[in-house]
């Protein structure tokens, strides 16, 4: 028996999100991220029932809130290739209507990072590796940084 192949996008692990928000989050992924929908099924009332949005070489799927159910947002990294593409993706993230969390800089890991909360409650941290280190490096900037 032949195992049949993930749809494009989907990795072994690959993120979703349940909110009321649905088609803010979509609109949100869309301008902050150059999100595309790849797959969408919408219910009655403009209910978008689940969706699929590529985000580089990875898919995001969304779906709409149940009632009597609880929101289920979703925690996401997004990497950038370098520190200015961080800055222009927050600033873009802002502009969607996105919550700052963590304004953009470099962490003692080696990341520049910034981190924003969209409409539905999700958090996204867009980052790009500007440091090469090692475990020992980040444990010792660490400690530092807990001594300080």
Known sequence: MSKIPRPHGHHVLTPSSVTAETAAVISFIEQAFAGKVVDRYDGPEGIIHHAELLVGDS??????????????????????????????????????????????????????????????????????IVEALNHDEIDQRMRALSEA
């Open 59 to 128: 898919v995001v799927m969304l779906g709409h809130l149940p009632p009597n159910d609880a929101p289920r947002p979703a925690q996401l990294t997004v990497y950038m290739d370098d520190a200015d593409e961080v800055a222009s993706a927050y600033k873009r993230a802002v502009k969607a209507g996105a919550e700052t969390i963590d304004q953009p800089s470099t962490k003692p890991w080696g990341y520049h990072s910034a981190c924003v909360s969209d409409v539905g409650g999700n958090r996204w941290t867009i980052c790009a």
